[in-house]
């Protein structure tokens, strides 16, 4: 049987090796002096600590972690909310036309961002929002199509008896969402707020379009300045930058590891059926 699973187990570490280089290139090359950096060594020959450092001295980086999680975090609960009750009224609800209106929020999936980029910046300019963060957040109060898809099929696998039952006993619509949708589809809920959290955080192209002022930046939005600022001319300090990276990736792989365990219940069970 080890014999069998030989050849899968060295695929698995191939694939786990090439995936994982990058990642460690970039520890070694933010541990670096700046005439090493691209010198393609996994061990530094002189290691350099101080450049974490001079990243806190050059630039507000702590000021930047906090509105990427302030925006993060705002933008996950809000889309998640949002999307589920959605989600919900078309799992639960029977209406004429329900399959087409749910075909053509899905439709919206095929709308590429750059159709939408202008309109959607007219109207925060015109609400007078644009220089904000709300920008960075607010269209998750509508819902997004992909987590509205993936939650209906959770609700769609709880079991109608439990609704009926409840109406029962006088339990409102509303109640019926908050109290037996939700906690029945909490794996799915968990992976729709990482997701946008991942989502939030790597977001380089709102925050480059909306903000303009250094003290709302986000993480990505702040390593694009620093970029601009030791990466484009001068003497090209690729070791800040690399130390700079390394700091913006480094909260996403602890949020993946914690929620690793949740993240496969979500994909592998459907709300209620999994009991």
């Not at 053509?104 to 095929?110: D, F, G, K, P």
């Not at 750059?114 to 910046?121: D, E, R």
């Not at 709102?206 to 390593?223: A, E, H, S, V």
């Not at 496969?264 to 009991?275: L, T, V, Y």
Request: glycine share 6%; aromatic share 14%; proline share 6%.
């Amino acid at each position: 049987m080890t014999l069998r699973r030989l050849p899968y187990l060295a695929l698995l570490l191939f694939a786990s090796v090439l995936f994982l280089y990058p990642f460690v290139w970039l520890i070694s090359a933010s541990l670096k002096p700046r005439t090493e950096v691209f010198d393609n060594s996994l061990l530094p020959h002189t290691w350099r600590w101080a450049n974490y450092t001079d990243v806190w001295n050059y630039a507000p980086v702590l000021q930047w972690i906090s509105n990427s999680v302030v925006v993060a975090l705002t933008a996950a609960v809000t889309v998640t909310l949002s999307s589920a009750l959605v989600a919900f009224g078309f799992a639960y609800f029977r209406f004429p036309l329900r399959n087409v209106l749910f075909g053509l929020v899905l439709a919206t999936m095929m709308l590429p961002g750059a159709a939408t980029m202008i309109p959607v910046y007219l109207i925060w300019h015109r609400v007078g929002l644009t220089g904000t963060q709300v920008p960075l957040w607010g269209q998750n109060l509508f819902g997004s199509a992909f987590y509205i898809f993936l939650l209906r099929q959770f609700f769609l696998g709880v079991p109608r008896e439990y609704f009926e039952a409840a109406r029962v006993d006088g339990c409102s619509f509303f109640g019926l969402f908050w109290r037996i949708a939700l906690p029945l589809s909490r794996p799915a809920l968990i992976v729709v707020l990482v997701f946008e959290i991942q989502a939030s955080w790597t977001d380089l192209l709102r925050p480059l379009i909306y903000l303009q002022d250094p003290n709302l930046f986000t993480l990505p939005r702040g390593l694009k300045a620093v970029i601009d600022t030791f990466g484009n001319g001068g003497e090209q300090h690729w070791e800040i930058i690399m130390a700079a990276s390394l700091i913006a990736t480094v909260p996403l792989i602890a949020l993946f590891a914690l929620a690793q365990r949740h993240i496969m219940d979500g994909i592998a069970s459907q709300g209620g059926r999994k009991g």
